[in-house]
């Protein structure tokens, strides 16, 4: 059912009300409509009053917004400076600041005091290996506490940290990695995924004949025993690191806006852009999402299903400057059984449980009773993002997980490592509505022309500036990339590549991307990615890669010209789909491939994927008269008419 409300706050006290009445002069806000133009209008008192409410750490000066007409130009505490890794490390006790679990039934857990010592001995060794501040350190890493360790340490000096998961192919590491020039490379010996032992060091002589900017590795074994690996080049040993009677103790204070870590786009037109994201602006902006649209506390446990290849890991560990626990997860979510994770939510009494929207639809497609099993009574919010969560998947949350709690769809992205749309703890949950637009982000959803809509689909936009917007991409001058990335469609106005719908509950409905990226289980996928591991294979000369919309979720198809015939042989999609896998991921393999006799291109040699895209998803087409090979759409035709059919 459309707009059925799934729940109401029952308590009317939290961070949010809290915050309210904090503000100066008393603001009396009728609705959060009020509290969110105001958060917009007078974003200089909003952004301070942010950074008192939260407690940030650091040397708060000058103003907190000076304003300038550019939206990339206009800055966020200028004159401000704090320390990431200060802000995180605040608490000293021995209570759990990280609780870790894998699929091969691993466990372990590091205090809040064990952990500081940790990060100090880590950054005591960057320093002494000569690396500084805006170095590089780059991580090819499962979801340990060693990851989250030595993002803190690089942060803690001012190096800039970047990271991959360890299913990320060798093609797409070095794509990545290679344009910004790390110093240092942080690897483990191995992971566990669907209960395979997976081997990651093949892949670092690869990385090291490619990246000759690498000066230093470390090994971290994922089981406690040393690595003790036979291999032809030099690493340092975690545990080597940490018997260290050294520590650097030292929190530096940096600029609000110093570089904080690279997150990598989906890499649809060549390779992946390199987005530069601050320390401050994703601080004070995963600040004000956790405490005052999560009612994330003091204590909380938070757990957020993600691999460190995705943005939400970032989100994640800004939770400690919470001074919440973070309960980190490694291998696949089905592993040894479909509730494994929810026996962890109920065994560490969570308070925030954090997943893709696809984790969720397929519980409820195995009609999975959560609730019959596990009583979740410390469990206040359940958060989904990654793909669009339908009506069915909201009401399926509070039918057979937990009919009191808060479901925060959330929406936003590695551009913004953070949330335009996202939940409320004080107002109502209708069924496939996320809640609201952020405070402080100035969302609406435009026509082509640039209108306002309401209750009408159109793209997703971000009329004035917010902290968390990129700092600049690597090597992009004069903010080319920056400018074609997000200000094309619309003048100085971020336009996102989302569909979306402002309903008249004031929430928003995200229907998928509106632009050429892929979007596989919560992933970006670019099709250039894609393409560049295809169109090496001696069998294929061309191919195409579009998202589907199916029933209450999305695909991708792949359509592949072949070099001898137009018969796709079970040996040659075996070996695409092993070389993706191998090369890429798991996750960038398509649902489906299809061969063809052409690629529709324009007059100048482009690809129209948009076009195809359209096709393949039954829509209207326009605009034929740009492609030099009109005549080739209608085999696509009769590829979706197979699909419908079959579907």
């Given at each position: 059912?459309?707009?059925?409300?799934?729940?109401?706050?029952?308590?009317?006290?939290?961070?949010?009300?809290?915050?309210?009445?904090?503000?100066?002069?008393?603001?009396?806000?009728?609705?959060?409509?009020?509290?969110?133009?105001?958060?917009?209008?007078?974003?200089?008192?909003?952004?301070?009053?942010?950074?008192?409410?939260?407690?940030?750490?650091?040397?708060?000066?000058?103003?907190?917004?000076?304003?300038?007409?550019?939206?990339?130009?206009?800055?966020?505490?200028?004159?401000?400076?704090?320390?990431?890794?200060?802000?995180?490390?605040?608490?000293?006790?021995?209570?759990?600041?990280?609780?870790?679990?894998?699929?091969?039934?691993?466990?372990?857990?590091?205090?809040?005091?064990?952990?500081?010592?940790?990060?100090?001995?880590?950054?005591?060794?960057?320093?002494?290996?000569?690396?500084?501040?805006?170095?590089?350190?780059?991580?090819?890493?499962?979801?340990?506490?060693?990851?989250?360790?030595?993002?803190?340490?690089?942060?803690?000096?001012?190096?800039?940290?970047?990271?991959?998961?360890?299913?990320?192919?060798?093609?797409?590491?070095?794509?990545?990695?290679?344009?910004?020039?790390?110093?240092i490379l942080i690897v483990t010996d191995y992971y566990y995924y669907n209960r395979k032992k997976i081997d990651t060091i093949e892949v670092?002589?690869?990385?090291?004949?490619?990246?000759?900017?690498?000066?230093?590795?470390?090994?971290?074994?994922?089981?406690?025993?040393?690595?003790?690996?036979?291999?032809?080049?030099?690493?340092?040993?975690?545990?080597?690191?940490?018997?260290?009677?050294?520590?650097?103790?030292?929190?530096?204070?940096?600029?609000?806006?110093?570089?904080?870590?690279?997150?990598?786009?989906?890499?649809?037109?060549?390779?992946?852009?390199?987005?530069?994201?601050?320390?401050?602006?994703?601080?004070?902006?995963?600040?004000?999402?956790?405490?005052?649209?999560?009612?994330?506390?003091?204590?909380?446990?938070?757990?957020?299903?993600?691999?460190?290849?995705?943005?939400?890991?970032?989100?994640?560990?800004?939770?400690?400057?919470?001074?919440?626990?973070?309960?980190?997860?490694?291998?696949?979510?089905?592993?040894?059984?479909?509730?494994?994770?929810?026996?962890?939510?109920?065994?560490?009494?969570?308070s925030f449980f954090g997943t893709g929207a696809k984790y969720i639809d397929l519980l409820k497609n195995q009609k999975i009773n959560i609730?019959?099993?596990?009583?979740?009574?410390?469990?206040?919010?359940?958060?989904?993002?990654?793909?669009?969560?339908?009506?069915?998947?909201?009401?399926?949350?509070?039918?057979?997980?937990?009919?009191?709690?808060?479901?925060?769809?959330?929406?936003?992205?590695?551009?913004?490592?953070?949330?335009?749309?996202?939940?409320?703890?004080?107002?109502?949950?209708?069924?496939?509505?996320?809640?609201?637009?952020?405070?402080?982000?100035?969302?609406?959803?435009?026509?082509?022309?640039?209108?306002?809509?309401?209750?009408?689909?159109?793209?997703?936009?971000?009329?004035?500036?917010?902290?968390?917007?990129?700092?600049?991409?690597?090597?992009?001058?004069?903010?080319?990339?920056?400018?074609?990335?997000?200000?094309?469609?619309?003048?100085?106005?971020?336009?996102?590549?989302?569909?979306?719908?402002?309903?008249?509950?004031?929430?928003?409905?995200?229907?998928?991307?509106?632009?050429?990226?892929?979007?596989?289980?919560?992933?970006?996928?670019?099709?250039?990615?894609?393409?560049?591991?295809?169109?090496?294979?001696?069998?294929?000369?061309?191919?195409?890669?579009?998202?589907?919309?199916?029933?209450?979720?999305?695909?991708?198809?792949?359509?592949?010209?072949?070099?001898?015939?137009?018969?796709?042989?079970?040996?040659?999609?075996?070996?695409?789909?092993?070389?993706?896998?191998?090369?890429?991921?798991?996750?960038?393999?398509?649902?489906?491939?299809?061969?063809?006799?052409?690629?529709?291109?324009?007059?100048?040699?482009?690809?129209?994927?948009?076009?195809?895209?359209?096709?393949?998803?039954?829509?209207?087409?326009?605009?034929?008269?740009?492609?030099?090979?009109?005549?080739?759409?209608?085999?696509?035709?009769?590829?979706?008419?197979?699909?419908?059919?079959?579907?």
């Open positions: 059912m459309h707009n059925l409300k799934l729940w109401s706050s029952p308590n009317k006290t939290n961070n949010l009300t809290s915050f309210l009445s904090t503000l100066k002069n008393n603001y009396k806000f009728e609705s959060y409509i009020d509290l969110h133009k105001w958060s917009i209008k007078s974003k200089e008192e909003f952004w301070t009053s942010i950074w008192k409410f939260t407690k940030i750490i650091g040397d708060l000066k000058g103003k907190s917004y000076s304003h300038d007409n550019d939206f990339i130009n206009c800055k966020f505490f200028k004159d401000s400076k704090i320390n990431y890794a200060e802000n995180c490390l605040s608490k000293k006790d021995d209570k759990d600041a990280l609780i870790f679990y894998s699929e091969n039934n691993s466990y372990r857990s590091i205090s809040w005091k064990e952990l500081r010592k940790k990060v100090f001995k880590l950054s005591y060794f960057f320093k002494i290996n000569n690396i500084k501040k805006l170095d590089r350190i780059a991580a090819v890493l499962p979801n340990l506490p060693e990851t989250v360790i030595s993002f803190l340490a690089t942060s803690q000096i001012g190096a800039i940290w970047t990271s991959c998961s360890s299913d990320f192919g060798e093609n797409a590491i070095i794509d990545r990695f290679k344009q910004i020039e790390p110093k670092v002589p690869k990385i090291l004949k490619k990246i000759s900017s690498i000066e230093k590795i470390i090994i971290i074994p994922y089981e406690k025993k040393e690595a003790n690996l036979d291999v032809d080049f030099k690493y340092v040993e975690w545990n080597t690191i940490q018997k260290s009677k050294n520590r650097n103790e030292v929190f530096e204070k940096f600029e609000f806006n110093h570089p904080l870590y690279i997150l990598y786009s989906s890499g649809t037109t060549g390779v992946p852009k390199c987005i530069v994201h601050g320390a401050g602006g994703s601080l004070i902006q995963h600040k004000k999402e956790h405490q005052l649209h999560c009612n994330i506390k003091d204590g909380d446990k938070v757990f957020y299903f993600t691999t460190c290849g995705w943005m939400m890991w970032n989100w994640l560990v800004s939770s400690l400057a919470s001074n919440a626990s973070v309960v980190l997860y490694d291998g696949s979510p089905f592993i040894p059984n479909i509730e494994y994770l929810f026996e962890i939510a109920e065994k560490e009494k969570l609730k019959k099993r596990f009583k979740l009574e410390n469990l206040k919010v359940i958060a989904s993002t990654g793909s669009p969560l339908v009506n069915e998947s909201f009401e399926y949350v509070y039918d057979c997980i937990k009919s009191d709690v808060h479901l925060a769809s959330i929406s936003g992205g590695t551009d913004i490592v953070s949330c335009f749309v996202l939940g409320n703890p004080s107002l109502d949950v209708f069924s496939g509505e996320i809640q609201c637009a952020g405070l402080g982000m100035e969302v609406d959803v435009f026509d082509e022309k640039g209108n306002s809509l309401i209750d009408k689909k159109g793209e997703l936009v971000c009329k004035s500036s917010f902290p968390s917007k990129p700092l600049y991409f690597w090597n992009d001058i004069n903010f080319k990339k920056y400018k074609e990335s997000y200000f094309k469609s619309y003048e100085n106005i971020w336009c996102h590549g989302d569909y979306c719908k402002k309903t008249i509950n004031n929430g928003y409905i995200i229907y998928g991307r509106s632009d050429a990226t892929l979007n596989s289980g919560g992933v970006r996928i670019g099709t250039a990615e894609l393409y560049r591991v295809l169109e090496n294979m001696n069998e294929i000369s061309e191919c195409l890669a579009v998202e589907r919309q199916i029933s209450n979720d999305t695909e991708v198809i792949l359509f592949v010209v072949l070099n001898k015939n137009n018969y796709l042989r079970d040996e040659v999609k075996n070996k695409i789909i092993s070389n993706i896998k191998k090369l890429l991921s798991p996750k960038h393999i398509p649902k489906k491939i299809f061969s063809v006799l052409e690629i529709p291109k324009t007059r100048s040699g482009k690809i129209v994927e948009l076009l195809v895209k359209k096709i393949i998803n039954g829509e209207k087409i326009e605009n034929k008269q740009v492609l030099i090979n009109p005549h080739c759409l209608k085999e696509y035709q009769n590829i979706y008419i197979k699909l419908k059919k079959y579907a």
